[in-house]
């Protein structure tokens, strides 16, 4: 699996960015995707996921500002971000999720991330 995450940059708070997430070599196991983000001195955070039904989630300090969408025919992933707030600089990774045995989603394969910076 190939992930490659691109439309990171830097914006003022209140801006917006969407970033993009194009993958290549999902297998059968594959049941969605996911971005996470990683802030300085911090551990890395699940900020959505979607699943290929289209089923999303969020973490609660993006919910109503981040969307998070796909476009299942040229595999790519999206999340656009509105009304950014300085909390919100981070790396930017996108994940590939396969399903266990036992049923579990997980996230298996990652991008190599895209930075993120809001200033005030």
């Known amino acids: 699996v190939q992930l490659v995450e691109s439309g990171g940059g830097s914006v003022e708070a209140g801006g917006s960015l969407r970033l993009s997430c194009l993958a290549s070599?999902?297998?059968?196991?594959?049941?969605?995707m996911a971005w996470y983000r990683q802030a300085p001195g911090k551990e890395r955070e699940l900020v959505s996921s979607?699943?290929?039904?289209?089923?999303?989630t969020y973490t609660d300090s993006v919910k109503g500002r981040f969307t998070i969408s796909q476009d299942n025919d040229k595999k790519v992933m999206y999340l656009q971000m509105n009304s950014l707030k300085t909390e919100d600089t981070a790396v930017y990774y996108c994940a590939a999720r396969i399903v266990l045995r036992n049923g579990t989603c997980v996230s298996a394969s990652w991008g190599q991330g895209t930075q993120v910076t809001v200033s005030s």
């Open positions: 070599g999902l297998g059968f196991s594959s049941c969605g």
């Open positions: 979607i699943s290929n039904e289209g089923a999303t």
